[in-house]
């Protein structure tokens, strides 16, 4: 199985400031029709997950543009550019690659 | 706006089977470009993908679960279903379905586009 490290696990920022998370995949994430099937989730609290990014850097769709995505093969990092009080949760990188489909182990964001 | 909604019984005594549906509602199960997919949730932990199903009825497992899940698909009503046999206290977590987008236009996609609510699940005597 593929496995998705997140780097950092939790991640206290300041209201306005911005906040990043990387997701690291044991093998590439390319696929054979050469795209590059990694989504960002946000679950907040009490909520299901929801899709934030796909195919590394598309936002899906009402996703503030605050939001960004970047990275390539192996590694992959989500942007938070101003972060704001409806963004705390947690934050999945996920793969539909190969199969099983996995998940980062998911980082916190908190406000300090 | 596609939704989903998970529905079943909340408890399920050990070594039974669970059975949840998934009703679909803004979109269709028997549409081509999509896969129907249930993922888990144990308390408080990460998420597991549990499996998926096609309009075709072909369908693909974790091989962590396969041997004890099933999953179906009924278009007529336009829900999918899911069946974990032989069930333990391991297996009590929040069920979600889900919607991956697989459709190929003008490029591919295959991302979680929707996801249901989620349904809790215990396991307990």
């Known amino acids: 199985d593929i496995v998705l490290t997140q780097t950092p696990l939790s991640s206290p920022v300041t209201l306005g400031q911005p906040a990043s998370i990387s997701c690291m995949s044991s093998?590439?994430?390319?696929?054979?029709?050469?795209?590059?099937?990694l989504s960002w989730l946000q679950q907040r609290p009490g909520q299901p997950p929801r899709l934030l990014m796909y195919?590394?850097?598309h936002r899906f769709s009402g996703v503030p543009d605050r939001f960004s995505g970047s990275g390539a093969g192996t590694v992959f990092t989500l942007k938070i550019g101003r972060v704001e009080a409806e963004d705390v949760g947690i934050y999945y990188c996920?793969?539909?690659?190969?199969?099983?489909?996995?998940f980062g182990q998911g980082t916190k964001v908190n406000i300090k | 706006q596609v939704q989903l909604q998970e529905s079943g019984p909340g408890l399920v005594k050990p070594s039974q089977t669970l059975s949840l549906t998934c009703s679909v509602s803004g979109g269709s199960t028997s549409s081509a470009g999509y896969y129907w997919n249930w993922i888990r949730q144990h308390p408080g932990k990460g998420l597991e993908w549990i499996g998926f199903?096609?309009?075709?009825?072909?369908?693909g497992y974790n091989p962590s679960l396969k041997s004890r899940v099933k999953i179906s698909l009924d278009t007529s009503k336009n829900q999918f279903s899911l069946r974990v046999n032989s069930v333990t206290a391991a297996d009590t977590a929040v069920y979600y379905c889900?919607?991956?987008?697989?459709?190929?236009?003008?490029?591919?996609?295959?991302?979680?586009?929707?996801w249901g609510q989620g349904a809790l699940v215990t396991v307990s005597s």
């Open positions: 199903i096609y309009h075709t009825g072909v369908t």
């Open positions: 996920m793969q539909t690659t190969h199969f099983p489909r996995t």
């Open positions: 195919k590394i850097s």
């Open positions: 889900a919607r991956e987008n697989a459709d190929c236009g003008a490029d591919c996609n295959s991302h979680f586009d929707y």
């Open positions: 093998e590439s994430l390319v696929h054979s029709d050469g795209n590059t099937y």
